[in-house]
């Protein structure tokens, strides 16, 4: 079976699982959240040991998941329980008996950072947002992405990056375009729940950061010398690869929702 087909395949599987989940959300995306980040973290962490670090990879993931529960059912201050995480982390790395380095307690703090803050941040849109901020913001990101692609396959020239060639200028402006204009389309189905203003608005951020994310975790895989984070999904590689764009784009669309909207 090519590449390819595993793609359609798991494509038509997955998607509908999705949106069923970010549909009813509460204690499924929750669920669903702590998954995807243990699963992420786990792939990031393994990629740090192909140079030597050797982050607590059980433990930052333990905290991740109490992290999200706190948050969840109780505390909200997100930043004060990051302090109080990174004293534990470095607590725990003085008291290793091997493969010491204090540099570990910081990849375990980035990846909390990089990873499970996001979305915590997504999972709480909700509460400033009368559309389903997930599926909005994921349709978007979906949209990014297949414009992008087809729009560099067909009229791609111009590379838009050394860290990941086979993007091009041309598929890029294309899954900009499309994401803004998709928003726009979306607003003007729900235009109770979604002004033109904040269409405008999230569509241009989704459709720059989604393909910056996409970006910056090709550079973290090119810098480890590995081709996908992992071969956990059929045909698209790890968890990591699969929602690298949401991870950049999650802060900022919170951020809009929660000061500016």
């Not at 990879?57 to 333990?62: A, E, L, M, R, T």
């Not at 930043?79 to 290793?96: D, G, M, N, T, Y």
Request: charged content about 15%; overall charge positive.
């Amino acid at each position: 079976m090519s590449n390819q087909l595993k793609r359609i395949i798991t494509g038509i599987i997955g998607i509908p699982v999705l949106i069923l989940i970010f549909y009813y959300g509460g204690i499924y995306f929750f669920i669903f959240s702590l998954l995807v980040t243990s699963l992420a973290l786990w792939e990031l962490f393994s990629m740090f040991e192909k140079k030597s670090f050797y982050p607590l990879k059980i433990s930052g993931i333990v905290l991740s998941s109490v992290l999200q529960l706190i948050f969840y059912f109780y505390f909200r201050e997100v930043f004060v329980l990051l302090i109080l995480i990174f004293l534990i982390l470095i607590s725990a790395e003085v008291f290793r008996k091997e493969k010491v380095n204090p540099l570990n307690p910081v990849i375990v703090l980035f990846g909390l950072v990089y990873i499970t803050i996001p979305f915590i941040l997504l999972g709480s849109m909700s509460e400033y947002s009368k559309l389903n901020p997930v599926i909005y913001i994921f349709v978007l990101i979906w949209t990014c992405d297949s414009a992008a692609y087809f729009g560099g396959k067909y009229t791609g020239r111009h590379k838009l990056s050394s860290i990941s060639p086979n993007k091009t200028i041309e598929g890029s402006v294309i899954g900009f375009l499309f994401t803004v204009i998709v928003s726009i389309v979306i607003h003007l189905i729900f235009p109770s729940d979604l002004n033109l203003r904040d269409a405008i608005v999230i569509g241009i951020l989704v459709g720059v950061f989604s393909q910056i994310g996409d970006l910056f975790e090709s550079l973290i895989k090119r810098y480890f010398g590995v081709k996908d984070s992992s071969g956990i999904i059929p045909g698209h590689g790890g968890v990591l690869d699969r929602f690298d764009s949401v991870i950049f784009v999650a802060p900022l669309v919170f951020i809009y929702f929660k000061y500016f909207s």
